[in-house]
Structure formats: structure tokens, C-alpha cells
T-cell receptor
Framework: KQEVTQIPAALSVPEGENLVLNCSFTDSAIYNLQWFRQDPGKGLTSLLLIQSSQREQTSGRLNASLDKSSGRSTLYIAASQPGDSATYLCAVWDDYKLSFGAGTTVTVRA | NAGVTQTPKFQVLKTGQSMTLQCAQDMNHNSMYWYRQDPGMGLRLIYYSASEGTTDKGEVPNGYNVSRLNKREFSLRLESAAPSQTSVYFC?????????????FGPGTRLTVL
């Protein structure tokens, strides 16, 4: 059974600092890995999708890497802003479903 | 473009009552999903529908039933609600099953069972 872990559970940084969010998974036979953002009381918004054959994806200030062999992914957010405050969820697609981590809640202090 | 819509947004039930959560998508997606989200845990898949006319169990299907009414709509039914079903329920859709493309999520239904 795929297990997805996100550490730390919560993170607080001053504005302008770079954010590094970690995700690990136990079964490397995945089709893709996705990072989502969830604002309080809202649904999930997809940030980046990395196919299993890719090593990284970039979108603006966001960059996500994938190392299937070690079962790890890292989401980097450059020059954080208060608007980046949210919960970030990592999910891996294996077989027929997405398996989610519990998320990292980020607070960016102005 | 509404994307994925869910009704109702909030619901309070008593133990033993039944209800249906509605979900609709306007992106012409083939696959649809129902998840639940509990504090401190990731989202867990309840049921999914790979395409119109098919439904399959996910990780936590006990106590739920689903109907894929047509390509746009996928409903989740609780026949006899229990306090353990207190959760936030999310519907999602994607072009196809298999992880090639992203899933799009609705805003969620917050359900409390007393």
C-alpha cells in the first residue's frame, strides 16, 4: 500500500525567504506526482504535475523535483509572499488512484 | 467556466439519516472521483468512475454508494449516516484515468453527523 509522508506538518517563515517542502513515498512504481495547494475552507488547486519520466517541473516561482528511485519529491517556492500561506499537498498516482500526504501548512509572515 | 461544482456546501445530519451529495463537471471529463478529508490525514478515495456507466470502489467505500448519472454528474449517497462519516467530501474529475493529466477538485461539502 502506497504511503505518502510530508514533513514538516507546519512551517512558518518571514516574507522573502525561500520555501522547501518535502514529500516521500514508499512505492516507486508511480505514474506521476502532483503538488496541490489548499486554502482554508476551499478545494484543491493543482500547482505542478511531474510525469514519472521527468525529473522536475517549473511554473513561475515554483519548482518541483522528483527522484523516483529514492521515493522523494521537493517543492521549492522562491521569494515567499504572504499570499503563499496555505496547505500544500503532495499526491502520487499509482494504479488507479491518487494517494495523498497529509500536507504541510505554510505561514509566510509579513 | 464553473469547473467542478458540489452541493450542498454544508450539511448536518443525525445518526441514521440519509443524504446524497451532488457533483457536476463541465469540462467534458471522462473520469470522476469522490474523496474524504479528515484532520491530520490526506485525502482518501471513496469511489471513482473511470467513464460514464462504470463505478469502482476506492480505499474507504464502506457506508457509501455512488451513481454516475451521466458524463457530467457523479453523486455520493450515505444510506444511514454515522458519526464516523463526519468529514469534508471532495469531488474531482480528470480527462481520463491513469495519471496522465491533473485532477480538478470541487470546493467540498462539509458534513457533520451528530
Amino acid at each position: 500500500k502506497q504511503e505518502v509522508t510530508q514533513i514538516p506538518a507546519a512551517l512558518s517563515v518571514p516574507e522573502g525567504e525561500n520555501l522547501v517542502l518535502n514529500c516521500s513515498f514508499t512505492d516507486s512504481a508511480i505514474y506521476n506526482l502532483q503538488w496541490f495547494r489548499q486554502d482554508p475552507g476551499k478545494g484543491l488547486t493543482s500547482l505542478l504535475l511531474i510525469q514519472s519520466s521527468q525529473r522536475e517541473q517549473t511554473s513561475g516561482r515554483l519548482n518541483a523535483s522528483l527522484d523516483k528511485s529514492s521515493g522523494r519529491s521537493t517543492l521549492y517556492i522562491a521569494a515567499s509572499q504572504p499570499g503563499d500561506s496555505a496547505t500544500y499537498l503532495c499526491a502520487v498516482w499509482d494504479d488507479y488512484k491518487l494517494s495523498f500526504g497529509a500536507g504541510t501548512t505554510v505561514t509566510v509572515r509579513a | 467556466n464553473a469547473g467542478v461544482t458540489q452541493t450542498p456546501k454544508f450539511q448536518v445530519l443525525k445518526t441514521g439519516q440519509s443524504m446524497t451529495l451532488q457533483c457536476a463537471q463541465d469540462m467534458n471529463h471522462n473520469s470522476m472521483y469522490w474523496y474524504r478529508q479528515d484532520p491530520g490525514m490526506g485525502l482518501r478515495l471513496i469511489y471513482y468512475s473511470a467513464s460514464e456507466g462504470t463505478t469502482d470502489k476506492g480505499e474507504v467505500p464502506n457506508g457509501y454508494n455512488v451513481s454516475r448519472l451521466n458524463k457530467r454528474e457523479f453523486s455520493l449517497r450515505l444510506e444511514s449516516a454515522a458519526p464516523s462519516q463526519t468529514s469534508v467530501y471532495f469531488c474531482a474529475s480528470s480527462e481520463a484515468l491513469g495519471g496522465i493529466d491533473t485532477q480538478y477538485f470541487g470546493p467540498g461539502t462539509r458534513l457533520t453527523v451528530l
